[in-house]
């Protein structure tokens, strides 16, 4: 008989949303303001990890390592978050990715529950900003995780908080970092992205246009073969 998973736990930025883009920006003029060069490339290394950690990453990539205060980064990052913000202000359902209203209708109607698995403090201002959050069964809340991605708690907590097996999940990232969490938390990886990062995805497509639910569900499903 057919393996059908229970729950989707999808990644937000990057996945629903191109706020992928807004994230590197915001981190960009701050980097700038430190004199500290990032690039696109840098970025990829970005994707999926906490707003704390991406700071510390920046400040490691300086020519001259600055000793800031817990306070300090704190406020660094505030900045930045500040930036986004401002960047996010004017997000509507048009921002939705290609083929994910399709995805999540398919999802909804077929009875598997969903779950947003996002690293963002931010994560249901814009989901409503979307007009997404009616679609989801349970919103992790980022506030509330100790480990970020790479580690799985962001997927574990999803799963455990519906009461469904691990096993029984499938994750949708666009971040290496995030994939490397639906790995290590026994769910079915689906990652949406090139193969230079993604390749340790079980199932990888380019773009989120060519996320198609049922051919999500077979590929789950040989997999358990
Ligand atoms: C992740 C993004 O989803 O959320 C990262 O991929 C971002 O780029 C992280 O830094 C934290 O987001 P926020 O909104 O809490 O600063
Ligand atoms: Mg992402």
Redesign the pocket.
Known sequence: MRQSPKLFIY????VITD??EF??L??KKLADELGITIDRHF?EQ??????M??LDRILEQSTSPTEFSEEEKIGL?TR??GY?LELIESIDPSHILPGIKDLLEANKQSGIKIALG??????SR?LDKLELTGYFDYVVN?AEITN??PDPETFTAAADALGIAHADCVGIE??A??VEAVNRAGMFSVGVGDEAHLAHADYLVENTQQLEFQQILQEFDKKQK
Do not use: V
């Open positions: 990644d937000l930025d990057g706020t992928a994230h590197y915001g981190w970025n970005l994707k999926g990890i906490n707003r950690d991406s990052a930045k978050n986004y996002s690293a963002s403090k931010n994560a814009i980022a970020g991605k666009d971040a970092a995030g």
